[in-house]
């Protein structure tokens, strides 16, 4: 990408979402 620092977030706020909604961390 050309913000790597958007992609992180972007990433890390996919996986804050699934760890809610899907799956039990």
């Known amino acids: 990408?050309?913000?790597p620092w958007i992609g992180?977030?972007?990433f890390g706020r996919?996986?804050?979402l699934?760890?809610?909604g899907?799956?039990?961390c």
């Open 1 to 3: 990408m050309v913000y």
């Open 8 to 10: 992180q977030f972007l």
């Open 14 to 16: 996919l996986q804050f």
């Open 18 to 20: 699934n760890c809610r």
């Open 22 to 24: 899907f799956y039990s």
